[in-house]
């Protein structure tokens, strides 16, 4: 029964590998991506429900036991994360087949696109450090790949950029599993999590401890975030669309296994991950506001979007875990919308500086309209979906004292509002620049995933009730890692 | 010879830092390799180096030596491969496109 726990990784693995020899075959590489990506969030789905009823799931590979063998664990976390991963990135490949030319999709677009959400998905749900490091290194080669396809000159230059940064980032991961190797002689996360409970977590574990947050820093953003607005603006909408949805999201994953899991003794890693996340909001609102570039604004509006989820592993009470699991679920919908409007307006109007465009909604009333539903739904308004999720980080906040993390994360929604509102009011209204005979055409098939993810994210807001059983089991979960431990290692603990 | 081990990673280390520091695209490259196999050693110094037989059951064996880093260091090496070959490529593909030979600036 457990077996179906592998579905949403290998399923696009096979499916990715069978469309490379199906390369003339433009038409069914789309509707076999598709279907695939509808079949494992289905499979997450089912998986979920299945948590909420008998507990975590485990599948051990090759029925060798933990902590020995690999294995995959599925928590309602993790299988949250998954099944939002699959349903955004399903929609986001409505978007692709509208708008990728058939140039880029003959190059084994769909291949690589089903191979990164087989990584992120295979990070979310392996309960093994070295096996993390195996699918991040999947998820990213396949990113390689879809950032600088296309060739031009931007998307090379930061392709290198962006390639050489998570080679090194790369290397400190292995680094730190090396270390953990060495100290505790384990990489099965659980039984990690056990041994340094049993040896204390000394000056030298906070070390590899330290390790370990300057890696997943780097690949969630958080401070080290250098590298993206350039990386995340570079690629077609698509592309860029599925990075700003996924790829910082296993970042903040990791961390907040890590830091939930394994390194959960010593209360110094929670205050650096405070300060960390209170400096990346404020640079990220510096960055969103300085820049009149749209790619970029909505880039640094991803950086915000970590340092506030981040607040919440900071805070570290059951709240906050609630409010961060909603956050993340409404903030991988949200930015994939975000960046998909943010490119529909550059693809519209061959302009990317939002003082250069005005009037659009006047051409083209169904994007103006999102946009403005957009920026309400990641400023965190209600009826939509950012609002619950704030309020649980909030409150959580509030519960252990810590004001200035509370202040700043809020304050931080005031900068998203206005560098989003600058784009709306630039952008949307004033007067109409282009006539209608000049126009490019809206086409349907581009306003239905739109259409879709903007209905999801309403339907997040409202239906926030229907999602709060599963949520409650992802804080629990995170609250107390022996349940994480006991559902790997059984329950005599060694 | 663990000792040694070590320094060895530590001299490789150097040598990666400087060659990446560099302004020339090909000894970037190549650093980042330089830099990979530093870190299969230290992953292979970790597990302990040679202590006892070889990881098969047999009967006379009173100790194995650990087989895990190397199953490690082998996923690793393939990873670094691919990834270094891609990263040539591209630094060529750059290359061609805007005759760049470094990080961002004209190739004198």
């Not at chain 1, 931007?154 to 100290?183: C, D, P």
């Not at chain 1, 296993?250 to 110094?268: E, K, N, S």
């Not at chain 2, 530093?38 to 110094?45: D, K, P």
Request: glycine fraction near 8%.
């Amino acid at each position: 029964m457990n077996n179906i726990l592998v579905l949403p990784m290998i399923l696009p693995v096979l499916v990715g590998v069978m469309l490379v020899f199906l390369r003339p075959y433009i038409r069914v590489q789309r509707v076999l991506s598709v279907l695939t990506m509808i079949a494992s969030a289905a499979v997450a789905a089912y998986c979920l429900q299945h948590i909420h009823l008998n507990g975590i799931m485990r599948l051990d590979f090759g029925d060798w036991l933990p902590p020995h063998g690999i294995l995959f664990v599925g928590d309602s976390f993790a299988m949250l994360l998954v099944l939002v991963a699959c349903v955004v990135s399903s929609i986001i490949l409505l978007y692709a087949f509208a708008t990728t030319g058939i140039e880029t999709e003959v190059m084994f677009f769909y291949p690589f696109f089903l191979f990164l959400v087989a990584g992120v998905n295979g990070s979310f749900l392996t309960g093994d450090l070295f096996n993390l490091f195996v699918c991040f290194e999947v998820m990213l080669l396949a990113s390689y790949v879809l950032l600088t396809l296309g060739g031009r000159k931007t998307q090379l230059k930061e392709g290198i950029t962006y390639v050489l940064i998570n080679v090194l980032a790369s290397w400190f991961f292995l680094l730190g599993i090396a270390y953990v190797y060495g100290v505790l002689g384990t990489l099965n996360m659980a039984h990690i999590a056990v041994r340094v409970a049993e040896t204390g977590q000394g000056p030298l574990l906070t070390l590899i401890a330290i390790i370990f947050l300057i890696v997943f820093s780097l690949k969630a953003g958080l401070l080290l975030y250098f590298w993206l607005p350039g990386s995340y603006s570079a690629p077609p909408i698509a592309v860029a669309a599925l990075f700003g949805a996924l790829l910082t999201k296993v970042g903040i994953y990791a961390l907040y296994r890590m830091f939930t899991l394994i390194f959960i003794h010593d209360p110094i890693i929670y205050k650096i991950i405070g300060v960390l996340a209170i400096v990346t909001m404020i640079a990220g609102c510096l960055g969103a506001i300085a820049y009149s570039d749209i790619r970029q604004i909505v880039s640094y509006n991803v950086i915000i979007s970590v340092g506030f989820v981040l607040t919440g592993l900071a805070v570290a009470t059951n709240t906050a875990f609630q409010g961060a699991s909603y956050y993340l679920i409404h903030d991988m919908v949200s930015k994939a919308l975000l960046f998909l409007l943010a490119g529909t307006v550059v693809y519209l109007t061959g302009r990317s500086k939002f003082n250069e465009i005005s009037g659009l909604i006047r051409n083209y009333p169904l994007v103006g309209w999102l946009f403005f539903l957009t920026m309400l739904a990641v400023s965190g308004i209600p009826p939509f979906s950012g609002f619950i999720g704030k309020v649980y980080i909030g409150l959580g906040a509030i519960e252990t004292g810590s004001y200035v993390l509370l202040a700043v994360s809020f304050l931080s929604g005031i900068g998203v509002l206005y560098s989003l509102l600058r784009i709306f009011l630039n952008s949307f209204w004033g007067e109409t620049i282009i006539s209608e005979d000049d126009q490019k055409p809206f086409q349907k098939k581009v306003g239905l995933p739109l259409v879709l993810l903007a209905i999801l994210v309403v339907g997040l807001g409202i239906g926030a009730e229907l999602l709060s059983p599963y949520i409650e089991d992802a804080a629990n979960a995170l609250t107390n890692p022996e349940q994480y431990i006991r559902a790997v290692m059984g329950d005599d603990l060694e | 010879m663990e000792t040694l081990i070590t320094l060895l990673v530590g001299v490789l280390v150097a040598v990666g830092v400087y060659l990446l520091l560099s302004k020339e695209m090909l000894r970037i490259i190549l650093g980042t390799a330089i830099l990979s196999h530093a870190i299969h050693l230290l992953l292979l110094t970790m597990g302990g180096l040679k202590k006892g037989e070889v990881p098969l059951l047999t009967e006379t064996a009173a100790e194995y030596t650990d087989a895990l880093p190397q199953a490690l260091i082998l996923t690793a090496i393939v990873i670094s491969f691919a990834v270094t070959a891609f990263l040539l490529v591209l630094s060529y593909r750059v290359y061609q496109e805007s005759g760049l030979g470094l990080r961002g600036q004209e190739d004198e």
